[in-house]
T-cell receptor
Framework: EDKVVQSPLSLVVHEGDTVTLNCSYEVTNFRSLLWYKQEKKAPTFLFMLTSSGIEKKSGRLSSILDKKELFSILNITATQTGDSAIYLCAVVGGSARQLTFGSGTQLTVLP | KAGVTQTPRYLIKTRGQQVTLSCSPI?????VSWYQQTPGQGLQFLFEYFSETQRNKGNFPGRFSGRQFSNSRSEMNVSTLELGDSALYLCASSFLQGVDTGELFFGEGSRLTVL
Protein backbone atom coordinates (compact mmCIF):
# COMPACT_ATOMS: atom_id res chain seq x y z
CA GLU A 1 0.00 0.00 0.00
CA ASP A 2 1.30 3.44 -0.93
CA LYS A 3 2.31 5.54 2.05
CA VAL A 4 3.31 9.15 2.61
CA VAL A 5 4.55 10.25 6.04
CA GLN A 6 5.06 13.86 7.01
CA SER A 7 6.93 15.21 9.99
CA PRO A 8 6.60 16.96 12.26
CA LEU A 9 2.83 16.81 12.63
CA SER A 10 2.83 20.30 14.05
CA LEU A 11 5.33 23.07 14.51
CA VAL A 12 5.21 26.43 16.27
CA VAL A 13 7.82 29.04 15.42
CA HIS A 14 8.27 32.80 15.63
CA GLU A 15 8.39 35.21 12.74
CA GLY A 16 11.77 35.24 11.09
CA ASP A 17 12.58 31.62 11.90
CA THR A 18 13.47 29.10 9.21
CA VAL A 19 11.53 25.84 9.12
CA THR A 20 12.07 22.52 7.39
CA LEU A 21 9.16 20.20 6.76
CA ASN A 22 9.76 16.57 5.89
CA CYS A 23 7.97 14.12 3.65
CA SER A 24 8.96 10.49 3.15
CA TYR A 25 7.16 8.09 0.89
CA GLU A 26 6.78 4.48 -0.20
CA VAL A 27 5.00 4.44 -3.52
CA THR A 28 5.09 2.04 -6.42
CA ASN A 29 5.74 3.54 -9.83
CA PHE A 30 6.64 6.95 -8.45
CA ARG A 31 5.91 9.75 -10.88
CA SER A 32 6.06 13.00 -8.92
CA LEU A 33 5.81 14.61 -5.50
CA LEU A 34 3.64 17.62 -4.84
CA TRP A 35 3.48 20.17 -2.05
CA TYR A 36 0.32 22.08 -1.18
CA LYS A 37 -0.54 24.78 1.34
CA GLN A 38 -3.95 24.62 3.02
CA GLU A 39 -4.87 27.76 4.93
CA LYS A 40 -8.60 27.45 5.39
CA LYS A 41 -10.30 25.05 3.06
CA ALA A 42 -8.84 24.79 -0.42
CA PRO A 43 -5.27 23.48 -0.72
CA THR A 44 -3.21 25.56 -3.09
CA PHE A 45 -0.40 24.17 -5.20
CA LEU A 46 3.18 25.03 -4.28
CA PHE A 47 5.59 22.73 -6.09
CA MET A 48 5.83 19.63 -8.21
CA LEU A 49 9.06 17.65 -8.06
CA THR A 50 9.97 14.86 -10.39
CA SER A 51 13.75 14.83 -10.55
CA SER A 52 16.17 14.15 -7.75
CA GLY A 53 18.40 16.90 -6.51
CA ILE A 54 16.80 19.77 -8.40
CA GLU A 55 15.60 22.50 -6.09
CA LYS A 56 12.36 24.25 -6.82
CA LYS A 57 12.15 27.76 -5.42
CA SER A 58 9.44 30.35 -5.05
CA GLY A 59 10.28 33.36 -2.95
CA ARG A 60 11.02 32.22 0.57
CA LEU A 61 9.87 28.67 -0.12
CA SER A 62 12.03 25.97 -1.62
CA SER A 63 11.81 22.23 -1.98
CA ILE A 64 14.02 19.37 -3.04
CA LEU A 65 13.48 15.71 -3.76
CA ASP A 66 15.73 12.75 -3.04
CA LYS A 67 14.47 9.79 -5.06
CA LYS A 68 17.13 7.48 -3.75
CA GLU A 69 16.23 8.05 -0.11
CA LEU A 70 12.54 8.55 -0.92
CA PHE A 71 11.97 11.87 0.76
CA SER A 72 11.44 15.54 0.14
CA ILE A 73 11.85 18.64 2.26
CA LEU A 74 10.08 21.95 2.12
CA ASN A 75 12.02 24.91 3.50
CA ILE A 76 10.52 28.22 4.48
CA THR A 77 12.94 30.99 5.37
CA ALA A 78 12.16 34.21 7.25
CA THR A 79 8.72 32.90 8.20
CA GLN A 80 5.76 35.27 8.45
CA THR A 81 2.43 34.89 10.22
CA GLY A 82 0.85 34.43 6.81
CA ASP A 83 2.79 31.20 6.42
CA SER A 84 0.63 29.64 9.13
CA ALA A 85 -1.18 26.77 7.43
CA ILE A 86 -1.23 23.04 6.95
CA TYR A 87 1.41 21.93 4.47
CA LEU A 88 0.47 18.82 2.57
CA CYS A 89 2.78 16.49 0.72
CA ALA A 90 1.34 14.17 -1.93
CA VAL A 91 2.88 11.60 -4.20
CA VAL A 92 1.67 10.49 -7.61
CA GLY A 93 2.19 6.83 -8.22
CA GLY A 94 0.67 3.39 -8.19
CA SER A 95 -0.99 1.70 -11.11
CA ALA A 96 -3.77 4.25 -11.10
CA ARG A 97 -1.46 7.29 -11.03
CA GLN A 98 -3.41 8.68 -8.14
CA LEU A 99 -2.43 11.11 -5.43
CA THR A 100 -1.58 9.75 -2.00
CA PHE A 101 -1.47 12.50 0.62
CA GLY A 102 0.41 12.66 3.86
CA SER A 103 -1.42 13.79 6.99
CA GLY A 104 0.11 17.24 6.75
CA THR A 105 2.22 19.47 8.97
CA GLN A 106 0.39 22.20 10.88
CA LEU A 107 2.69 25.22 10.93
CA THR A 108 1.92 28.10 13.28
CA VAL A 109 4.01 31.24 13.02
CA LEU A 110 3.72 33.56 16.01
CA PRO A 111 4.38 37.30 15.73
CA LYS B 1 -11.28 33.01 -14.35
CA ALA B 2 -13.66 31.42 -11.86
CA GLY B 3 -12.23 28.79 -9.59
CA VAL B 4 -13.59 25.41 -8.63
CA THR B 5 -17.04 25.76 -7.12
CA GLN B 6 -18.49 23.29 -4.69
CA THR B 7 -22.02 23.23 -3.36
CA PRO B 8 -23.36 23.08 -0.80
CA ARG B 9 -20.64 24.44 1.46
CA TYR B 10 -22.16 23.02 4.63
CA LEU B 11 -24.78 20.41 5.28
CA ILE B 12 -26.07 18.32 8.13
CA LYS B 13 -27.61 14.91 7.63
CA THR B 14 -28.67 12.05 9.85
CA ARG B 15 -27.51 8.47 9.71
CA GLY B 16 -29.09 6.45 6.94
CA GLN B 17 -29.80 9.42 4.72
CA GLN B 18 -28.06 10.07 1.44
CA VAL B 19 -26.32 13.18 0.16
CA THR B 20 -25.30 14.59 -3.19
CA LEU B 21 -22.44 17.06 -3.52
CA SER B 22 -21.71 19.09 -6.61
CA CYS B 23 -18.50 20.37 -8.15
CA SER B 24 -18.07 22.75 -11.07
CA PRO B 25 -14.49 22.70 -12.35
CA ILE B 26 -12.55 25.57 -13.81
CA UNK B 27 -13.72 26.31 -17.31
CA UNK B 28 -11.86 24.11 -19.78
CA UNK B 29 -10.80 21.55 -17.19
CA UNK B 30 -11.94 18.07 -18.04
CA UNK B 31 -10.71 16.12 -15.03
CA VAL B 32 -12.46 16.22 -11.67
CA SER B 33 -11.28 14.27 -8.67
CA TRP B 34 -12.80 13.97 -5.22
CA TYR B 35 -11.12 13.69 -1.84
CA GLN B 36 -12.32 13.13 1.70
CA GLN B 37 -10.50 15.01 4.43
CA THR B 38 -10.83 14.07 8.09
CA PRO B 39 -8.62 15.00 11.04
CA GLY B 40 -7.62 11.39 11.62
CA GLN B 41 -7.09 10.18 8.06
CA GLY B 42 -6.01 13.32 6.25
CA LEU B 43 -6.84 13.65 2.57
CA GLN B 44 -7.97 10.44 0.93
CA PHE B 45 -8.64 9.93 -2.75
CA LEU B 46 -12.18 8.93 -3.63
CA PHE B 47 -12.33 8.89 -7.43
CA GLU B 48 -11.46 10.75 -10.59
CA TYR B 49 -13.58 11.47 -13.63
CA PHE B 50 -12.36 12.48 -17.04
CA SER B 51 -14.59 12.99 -20.06
CA GLU B 52 -17.58 11.58 -18.18
CA THR B 53 -15.80 8.31 -17.33
CA GLN B 54 -14.52 7.22 -13.96
CA ARG B 55 -10.78 6.69 -14.48
CA ASN B 56 -9.54 5.93 -10.98
CA LYS B 57 -11.12 4.90 -7.72
CA GLY B 58 -9.83 4.91 -4.18
CA ASN B 59 -10.52 2.43 -1.41
CA PHE B 60 -13.99 3.51 -0.39
CA PRO B 61 -17.12 1.37 -0.11
CA GLY B 62 -19.72 1.28 -2.84
CA ARG B 63 -21.89 3.73 -0.88
CA PHE B 64 -19.66 6.40 -2.40
CA SER B 65 -20.35 7.03 -6.04
CA GLY B 66 -20.01 9.79 -8.53
CA ARG B 67 -20.59 10.90 -12.05
CA GLN B 68 -19.50 13.56 -14.48
CA PHE B 69 -21.63 15.39 -16.98
CA SER B 70 -20.81 16.51 -20.49
CA ASN B 71 -20.00 20.00 -19.24
CA SER B 72 -17.42 18.45 -16.87
CA ARG B 73 -19.45 19.24 -13.77
CA SER B 74 -19.34 16.38 -11.32
CA GLU B 75 -21.48 15.09 -8.51
CA MET B 76 -20.68 12.63 -5.78
CA ASN B 77 -23.26 10.74 -3.83
CA VAL B 78 -23.02 9.02 -0.49
CA SER B 79 -25.85 6.68 0.41
CA THR B 80 -26.80 5.23 3.80
CA LEU B 81 -24.74 7.80 5.65
CA GLU B 82 -22.70 6.75 8.66
CA LEU B 83 -21.28 8.90 11.44
CA GLY B 84 -17.80 8.28 10.06
CA ASP B 85 -18.72 9.96 6.80
CA SER B 86 -18.56 13.34 8.54
CA ALA B 87 -15.75 15.10 6.74
CA LEU B 88 -14.71 17.87 4.40
CA TYR B 89 -15.20 16.70 0.83
CA LEU B 90 -12.86 18.41 -1.58
CA CYS B 91 -13.12 18.49 -5.31
CA ALA B 92 -10.16 19.28 -7.55
CA SER B 93 -9.98 19.94 -11.25
CA SER B 94 -7.22 19.78 -13.80
CA PHE B 95 -6.98 20.09 -17.55
CA LEU B 96 -5.54 16.64 -18.16
CA GLN B 97 -6.41 13.28 -16.72
CA GLY B 98 -4.55 12.23 -13.65
CA VAL B 99 -2.09 14.49 -12.01
CA ASP B 100 0.79 14.32 -14.44
CA THR B 101 0.68 18.05 -14.80
CA GLY B 102 1.00 18.32 -11.05
CA GLU B 103 -1.24 21.26 -10.49
CA LEU B 104 -4.67 20.48 -9.16
CA PHE B 105 -7.07 23.30 -8.40
CA PHE B 106 -9.14 22.63 -5.33
CA GLY B 107 -12.51 23.95 -4.37
CA GLU B 108 -13.23 25.10 -0.84
CA GLY B 109 -15.04 21.90 -0.03
CA SER B 110 -18.38 20.73 1.28
CA ARG B 111 -18.45 20.19 5.02
CA LEU B 112 -20.73 17.24 5.79
CA THR B 113 -21.84 16.50 9.33
CA VAL B 114 -23.69 13.27 9.99
CA LEU B 115 -25.67 13.12 13.23
Amino acid sequence: EDKVVQSPLSLVVHEGDTVTLNCSYEVTNFRSLLWYKQEKKAPTFLFMLTSSGIEKKSGRLSSILDKKELFSILNITATQTGDSAIYLCAVVGGSARQLTFGSGTQLTVLP
Amino acid sequence: KAGVTQTPRYLIKTRGQQVTLSCSPISGHRSVSWYQQTPGQGLQFLFEYFSETQRNKGNFPGRFSGRQFSNSRSEMNVSTLELGDSALYLCASSFLQGVDTGELFFGEGSRLTVL
